[in-house]
């Protein structure tokens, strides 16, 4: 490896755990199903994005850098004021399922805690997968594909450290 320059190291067994942990051609091949779907205005609608700048998050090449308190605040905090300005036009309360990017378990029972999900309806993948970043909301609903009903409403919610947010509801 090329000499470093920073404190962080890339750890060797945690890519090559990483590559091993690559999709079969099946579950590859589900995922393209499911992305295709959403490409189909009737069975998918884009709802609400919102976007705000900050720097809770930069790098470069060599290394990044990030305010984790506040990024997690920060994010919430436009996730909740997504989740308002849409509630006059959109019932997502009662979704049959949320899929959620997944950063942590801190994260994502902060998330259902602040905009009132039942953490019962939300499918995890955090635990055996880790943050896979926004392959996180595609691969969740992958898992979850085969436990969903036709005209289940599922609700497909992302956090950007951008910041961003964008909810997209899909019925099934």
Same mark, same amino acid.
């Given at each position: ?20 942990? &690559? ?6 091949? =589900? ?10 205005? *009737? =069975?998918?609608?884009?709802? /609400?994005?919102? *976007? ?5 998050? *930069? ?8 305010? @984790? ?10 996730? #909740? +004021? ?10 997502? #309360? +009662?979704?049959?399922?949320? *899929? ?7 994260? @994502?029972? !902060? ?10 309806? &939300?499918?995890?993948? /955090?635990?055996?997968? %880790?943050?896979?970043?926004? !392959?996180? &909301? ?7 594909? #085969?436990?969903?009903?036709?005209? +289940?409403?599922?609700?497909?919610? %992302? ?7 964008? /909810?997209? #509801?899909? =019925?099934?």
């Amino acid at each position: 490896m090329p000499p470093r320059d920073h404190d962080h190291p890339v750890s060797v067994p945690g890519v090559a755990a990483a590559r091993a942990a &690559v999709l079969s051609e099946g579950d590859a091949g =589900r995922l393209a199903g499911l992305l295709g779907l959403l490409a189909d205005p *009737v =069975r998918s609608r884009v709802l /609400f994005a919102l *976007v705000a700048a900050g720097e809770l998050c *930069v790098g470069d090449l060599e290394s990044m850098h990030t305010d @984790t308190k506040g990024l997690l605040d920060a994010g919430l905090a436009l996730a #909740e +004021d997504a989740w308002k300005a849409a509630k006059d036009e959109n019932d997502w #309360e +009662d979704m049959d399922c949320y *899929v959620l990017h997944q950063v942590s378990s801190v994260h @994502t029972s !902060a998330l259902c805690a602040r905009l009132g999900i039942d953490p019962e309806k &939300v499918p995890l993948t /955090f635990p055996t997968l %880790g943050n896979i970043g926004p !392959a996180s &909301v595609p691969l969740t609903l992958a898992h979850q594909s #085969e436990a969903l009903l036709p005209g +289940d409403r599922i609700l497909c919610m %992302g956090i950007g450290s951008g910041l961003n947010t964008a /909810f997209s #509801e899909i =019925r099934w």
